[in-house]
């Protein structure tokens, strides 16, 4: 069952059953700052205490201070390539396979084989992405989205917020990438995502996102 949590004004809402830490209860520190502490059964909980997309990227945005991109640029720009410049739904889209009657997208029984949704992730690559997900947030002791296996089979099918941060966990937390690099210049973004992200070994598909970076940029200078 997916629920629909509340969030502050000017939150962004999450989709997705929360999947709860140990109960807790705000507190003042000893030098007066907030804190969670474990609490008694009955006790409220926090209803801030929950990783969404917001809390995600200002996680990852403090670690490197003001710096002239932002995890939403690195996310627009990997998704334009991922999920191709024409798409009318990046978060719906499919894996396309060449036919004797044009492209078309795999059978559905193969997307976790092959990839779906703005990010092209496949089974494997979505796993992992959900396992940086909950240290993101086990670190922190925070609440995060429940998603099941046969949800990462199948990316597109996912809230557009739930694919957004599978993507930027997986990406910021792998050891072959430079968030720092990327965040700093932009143009570093085409290798971070061939070594952090796309983890292959085909030159080519380096070249496509580069090309690509190209045509988004004039894109946007429209």
Do not use: C
């Not at 200002?58 to 991109?69: E, F, L, N, R, V």
């Not at 996310?75 to 410049?85: K, L, Q, S, Y």
């Not at 004797?100 to 997208?105: A, E, L, M, R, T």
């Amino acid at each position: 069952m997916i629920l629909k949590r509340a969030a502050r004004q000017g939150m962004r809402v999450l989709v997705g059953d929360p999947k709860k830490h140990q109960s807790k209860t705000r507190a003042l520190g000893r030098n007066d700052e907030i804190i969670y502490v474990p609490s008694q059964e009955g006790a409220m909980e926090d209803p801030d205490n929950y990783l969404n997309l917001e809390k995600m990227d200002a996680i990852i945005h403090s670690q490197y201070g003001d710096t002239p991109y932002k995890m939403a640029d690195v996310r627009d720009r990997t998704g334009f390539v991922e999920a191709g410049p024409d798409s009318p739904e990046p978060y719906r889209q499919v894996q396309e396979v060449n036919t004797d009657s044009g492209p078309q997208p795999v059978r559905y029984d193969l997307i976790p084989d092959y990839g779906s949704g703005k990010y092209m992730m496949d089974y494997a690559t979505a796993q992992t992405a959900y396992n940086r997900v909950k240290q993101i947030a086990d670190k922190r002791d925070m609440d995060y989205p429940s998603i099941t296996k046969e949800q990462l089979m199948h990316p597109h099918e996912l809230d557009p917020e739930l694919q957004d941060m599978l993507f930027t966990a997986h990406f910021a937390k792998d050891e072959a990438t430079s968030v720092s690099d990327v965040l700093n210049n932009i143009e570093t973004l085409p290798i971070n995502w061939y070594k952090g992200h796309y983890k292959g070994d085909d030159p080519g598909r380096f070249a496509h996102f580069n090309k690509l970076m190209i045509a988004y940029d004039m894109r946007n200078q429209e």
